[in-house]
């Protein structure tokens, strides 16, 4: 299994402000995902990020919106931008692991947005 | 359209007590039902994996089984350590995780 750090572990915003959360892996991984986790529902999968193309972003979801990097192997990161209260929820990046299908999450980003 | 149920939403045991949470599916060419273990202000932890029909996943006091339809979590003779909230996730033929809601576990001493 992955070992998977995230930065920050939580942060209050303000109103159309832009935050941005890095996600570290300990070792290189093609693919890298970002999901939110709004207060009391499930995971909503945001994009899928691979190393040297552009990130892959699901239904609901625009990269002027969420902006994603991934600048090498074992690194990623995801902006929040022109935040709103509605964006208020928990952040995760996790990584699948080679041959088992299962992913690995990190610990998430709560943001709360004021 | 690829969907996960799970239930009950809230189950609340006594220690000892032994129970199963369901978790319901509906997919297009099933390639996975994964269990996961989220303790609050945590990431998930991955628990199983489950592929085929029949088959089961054992590990400590819980084991996970699969049929065509729907995976059951069995908890069995359950401690307060095991208080949770257990998702379920499916992969589809389109490669994409999809959750179910969550059953969220109190287990009481």
């Known amino acids: 299994s992955a070992v998977i750090s995230q930065k920050p572990s939580r942060d209050i915003c303000q109103r159309g402000t832009s935050l941005t959360i890095q996600c570290q892996v300990d070792?290189?991984?093609?693919?890298m995902f970002w999901y939110r986790q709004q207060p009391g529902q499930s995971l909503t999968l945001i994009a899928t990020a691979n190393q040297g193309s552009e990130a892959t972003y699901e239904s609901g979801f625009v990269i002027d919106k969420f902006p994603i990097s991934r600048p090498n192997l074992t690194f990623s990161t995801l902006t929040v931008s022109n935040m709103s209260p509605e964006d208020s929820s928990i952040y995760l990046c996790?990584?699948?692991?080679?041959?088992?299908?299962?992913?690995?999450f990190g610990p998430g980003t709560r943001l709360t947005v004021t | 359209e690829d969907q996960v149920t799970q239930s009950p939403e809230a189950l609340r045991l006594q220690e000892g007590e032994s129970s199963s949470l369901n978790c319901s599916y509906t997919?297009?060419?099933?390639?996975?039902l994964f269990w996961y273990r989220q303790d609050p202000g945590k990431g998930p932890e991955f628990l199983f994996t489950?592929?085929?029909a029949g088959e089961e996943k054992e590990k400590e006091r819980l084991k996970a089984t699969l049929t065509k339809k729907e995976s059951f979590l069995h908890i069995t003779a359950p401690k307060p350590e095991d208080s949770a909230t257990y998702l379920c996730?499916?992969?589809?033929?389109?490669?994409?995780?999809?959750f179910g809601q969550g059953t969220t576990l109190q287990v009481k001493p």
């Open positions: 996790s990584v699948e692991s080679t041959g088992g299908g299962e992913q690995y």
């Open positions: 489950l592929y085929s």
């Open positions: 070792s290189q991984v093609t693919m």
């Open positions: 997919v297009s060419g099933l390639r996975g």
């Open positions: 996730a499916v992969r589809s033929n389109t490669g994409k995780l999809i």
